[in-house]
């Protein structure tokens, strides 16, 4: 999960294997779900919460 700092928003990487991160990027977590569990998602109202 990265936060996208020019436009304010949170986004996922898919397989992000050779992708590097740029400045305009904060890595802020993983996630652990296949691209199917996440198209559940689509067009919904999703919450983002910190867990330890």
Do not use: K
Request: proline fraction near 2%; aromatic fraction near 18%; glycine fraction near 12%.
């Amino acid at each position: 999960m990265i936060y996208f700092v020019p436009w304010g928003n949170l986004g996922f990487y898919y397989d992000a294997s050779g992708i590097g991160f740029s400045d305009q990027t904060i890595h802020l977590g993983r996630y652990d779900a296949s691209r199917e569990e996440l198209s559940r998602f689509d067009g919904q109202e999703v919450r983002v919460e910190v867990s330890r």
